[in-house]
């Protein structure tokens, strides 16, 4: 799976929003949002400063467009990085809406739990991702990785029905056994021996 997939959803997701003509867009795809940014006015939400020459670039031309109302970020910080970065930026610019989850509650694993809960259980070397799972979040790099480490068992809870079943076509097609996805809970505790983000430096959402 190459970076290719994620420019290919980019440009679907842009060719969608051409066909229903928003108002305004808002994204975080950065591809997206440019291939859109002479049709429509929008609002560009980031969660991380751009860490490559490329995403600069591009992030710079969209900041700077015409059609750009806000840029949205998650921190304090981060909007200060971002007024850094880009000194045509004015801190009215940017609004910041903090990164938030809905509380939850969980459970002790015991019988009562359904079996599928019970994850990494007396598994030995146990590893675990938590999140979505459009392109970009966790499955490109995983996949590859869990073809190498066979003896580890990787728990992926999170992503939407489509994409969880997306991810299962093509683990069957890879012939990967060591990977389990279990979608969303409401309530949920997991015991694992480790946990990652294996984010590409750019994912798509929009």
């Known amino acids: 799976i190459s970076k290719l997939r994620m420019f290919d959803y980019a440009y679907k997701k ?7 003509a928003p108002d305004i867009c808002y994204g975080r795809s950065l591809l997206a949002l440019y291939m859109l940014r002479n049709k429509f006015p929008f609002i560009y939400e980031s969660h991380i400063k751009p860490n490559r020459r490329l995403f600069v670039w591009l ?13 949205v970020v998650i ?15 004015k801190p009215e610019d940017i609004v910041v809406l903090h990164d938030g ?38 499955m490109e790099t995983l996949i590859p990785v869990a ?24 683990l ?11 979608g969303y809970f409401l309530i949920y505790k997991i015991s694992l021996t480790s946990v990652f983000s294996p984010y590409y430096f750019f994912s798509s959402v929009f």
């Open 14 to 20: 842009a060719r969608d929003a051409k066909k229903q």
């Open 172 to 182: 069957k097609k890879e012939q990967i056994k060591n990977i389990e996805l279990y």
């Open 59 to 71: 992030e710079k031309r969209i900041l700077k467009h015409r059609n750009r109302i806000k840029l």
């Open 75 to 89: 921190s304090n910080s981060l909007r200060n990085e971002y007024l850094k970065l880009f000194h045509f930026l």
């Open 101 to 138: 989850a809905d509380k939850v509650s969980t459970m002790v694993l015991n019988e009562t739990v359904p079996q599928k809960l019970v994850v990494a259980h007396n598994e030995g070397v146990t590893i675990g991702y938590i999140g979505h799972l459009y392109p970009g979040k966790c």
């Open 147 to 170: 073809k190498e480490c066979g003896e580890f068992k990787f728990h992926i809870v999170g992503g939407t029905t489509e994409w969880v079943n997306h991810w299962k076509e093509e």
